[in-house]
């Protein structure tokens, strides 16, 4: 399996802008996650789905930000618009429940600059 | 939620030695899983170990190891011989099954320095 693919790798926008991540998880993991790193807060958790449902998005910071995950195979992650304080590393994450061990498989991340 | 606190944001061990780093949490739980991720500086999130709370002894994963104290709530990583490809963030992180679901709660990272 390819893993967890993440893009784009890297994004640069100007404030105002929308932006758009994207997220592929490993086939057959039914929960995922997305996760914001930034270094003065760390890895914080913005929204979880599990089965394509959104379960927790107590973590998203405002109406900015929505997540959809229209399918098993795929899910978005939008910020519009965009704001400076929105840059940081995006992380989407998967697990299958059926494991039982808990381990999160993680994209490589997308690094999103706001000028 | 759950805290997680790593009290060392930076430590720095020599090739070949042992270095232990420091990873406490706050829960009412009894039933949870801990685990110590690796981020290199590529930004990949890596699985270090992994501990079960119901486990009394402690994980092992060949040059890592954990010291987990319960009552405590403390979970420590002993990272021996150290390499320099484990030079990298670690972050402990804590997950249960009942007010986060499947999610885990992070610490803020210990930045681990190997010298020659």
């Known amino acids: 399996d390819a893993g967890v693919i993440q893009s784009p790798r890297h994004e640069v926008t100007e404030m105002g802008q929308e932006v758009t991540l994207r997220c592929k998880p490993i086939s057959g993991h039914n929960s995922l996650f997305w996760y914001r790193q930034t270094m003065m807060r760390g890895l914080e958790l913005l929204i979880y789905?599990?089965?394509?449902?959104?379960?927790?998005d107590s973590g998203m910071p405002e109406d900015r930000f929505s997540a959809k995950m229209p399918n098993a195979s795929f899910s978005t992650l939008k910020i519009q618009p965009s704001e400076p304080r929105d840059s940081a590393v995006y992380f989407c994450?998967?697990?299958?429940?059926?494991?039982?061990?808990?381990?999160?498989?993680f994209g490589e991340g997308s690094r999103l600059t706001v000028l | 939620a759950q805290t997680v606190t790593q009290s060392q944001p930076e430590m720095s061990v020599q090739e070949a030695e042992t270095v232990t780093l420091s990873c406490t949490y706050d829960t009412s739980e009894s039933d949870y899983y801990l685990f110590w991720y690796k981020q290199p500086p590529s930004r990949q999130m890596i699985l270090v170990i992994r501990q079960e709370a119901y486990k009394q002894q402690n994980a092992t994963e060949n040059r890592f190891s954990v010291n987990f104290q319960k009552a405590a709530k403390s979970f420590s990583l002993k990272i021996s011989d150290s390499q320099l490809g484990d030079a990298a963030m670690y972050f402990c992180a804590y997950r249960d099954l009942l007010d986060s679901g499947y999610a885990l709660n992070f610490g803020k990272g210990t930045s681990l320095l190997v010298t020659p």
């Open positions: 994450a998967c697990l299958s429940e059926g494991e039982g061990n808990g381990e999160l498989f």
């Open positions: 789905f599990n089965n394509n449902v959104p379960i927790d």
